[in-house]
Every structure is written in structure tokens, then in C-alpha cells.
């Protein structure tokens, strides 16, 4: 197989509805069935699917099934895609960050990338990210201004 296929079939396995939370995981289901992402510090053994901060990229697992990084900001998402994460997961706190998240999709995105909020921003901003080609968009309570 040739490298370049090798990322286009790692993306079209992420699931488009996804559920959970940054925190404990995500979940969802793909055409072989029932997926997970866990954070860093739980992922475990190999062929996991682990979803980290940028400043843990250091810390990934050669042996991990994908690497999925969370980003906040717009420098983080070229970083997302320079460092050659699998997925990039942008955790939106607030109006600004869903925004830069909107004009990034508007540029087009190298990876999947997943928007994480919390339900009133899904509310007011999912349709958008999935019209601008969004992955897929996470409902997350956890995250807020108290929550971060």
C-alpha cells in the first residue's frame, strides 16, 4: 500500500458522529464496527486510538492505531497538521474559537478535523462546521469557561 493511502483510509474509518467527552474519551461506530478514542494516560496497549494535548506529541505511541491532537487556536491546527496527526479534535470554549475554527474549515482542512464544544455552541455553530466540512462535531458538557 502506498503511504498516501495509508492516511486517506485511516480517515475514512473515523466515525462522523462521535460521543463522549475530551476527558474520559470518544466513542462511536465505523463500518467495522464500535471505536474509541481514549486520552494519553489511559490508551494502554497498542493499536489505540489517542487523543492528546500539542505539548504531548512528544509523548505519542509509535504504536498507536491514530494519533488525534486537540487544538484551541489557530497556530495549534498548523501544528496539528505539520507534526502529521491522524485527526485534529478543536476544543471551542467560546464564540472567538468557533470562529478560527470556521475559517480554518473555510481554507480547507488536510485531516479530519472533529469540533468538540459544549451543547449551546453546538447548537449555534455545529450545522456551519459540518456545512464548511467538518468530520464531525462533538457534543461536550465538560466544556465552558468554567471547564476548561
Same mark, same amino acid.
Given at each position: 500500500?502506498?503511504?498516501?493511502?495509508?492516511?486517506?483510509?485511516?480517515s475514512?474509518?473515523?466515525?462522523?458522529?462521535?460521543? *463522549?467527552?475530551?476527558?474520559?474519551?470518544?466513542?462511536?461506530?465505523?463500518s467495522m464496527g464500535?471505536?474509541?478514542?481514549l486520552p494519553l494516560g489511559s490508551a494502554g496497549g497498542? *493499536?489505540?486510538?489517542?487523543?492528546?494535548e500539542a505539548a504531548?506529541?512528544?509523548?505519542r505511541s509509535e504504536h498507536a492505531g491514530s494519533v488525534w491532537m486537540m487544538v484551541q487556536a489557530r497556530e495549534q491546527w498548523r501544528q496539528a497538521q505539520e507534526k502529521g496527526a491522524d485527526v485534529a479534535?478543536?476544543?471551542v470554549c467560546d464564540d472567538v474559537q468557533a470562529q478560527e475554527a470556521a475559517e480554518?474549515?473555510?481554507? *480547507?482542512?488536510?485531516?479530519?478535523?472533529?469540533?468538540?464544544a459544549n451543547g449551546q455552541t453546538v447548537a449555534r455553530y455545529g450545522k456551519l462546521w459540518l456545512g464548511l466540512g467538518a468530520h464531525a462535531v462533538v457534543r461536550d458538557e465538560t466544556i465552558g469557561k468554567n471547564h476548561e
Open positions: 500500500m502506498l503511504p498516501a493511502n495509508g492516511a486517506l483510509l485511516r475514512l474509518s473515523v466515525p462522523r458522529r462521535l460521543y *463522549g467527552s475530551l476527558k474520559t474519551g470518544l466513542y462511536g461506530e465505523n464500535a471505536y474509541r478514542v497498542s *493499536g489505540a486510538n489517542v487523543l492528546m504531548q506529541w512528544q509523548d479534535v478543536w476544543r480554518a474549515l473555510r481554507q *480547507g482542512v488536510s485531516v479530519p478535523l472533529v469540533l468538540a
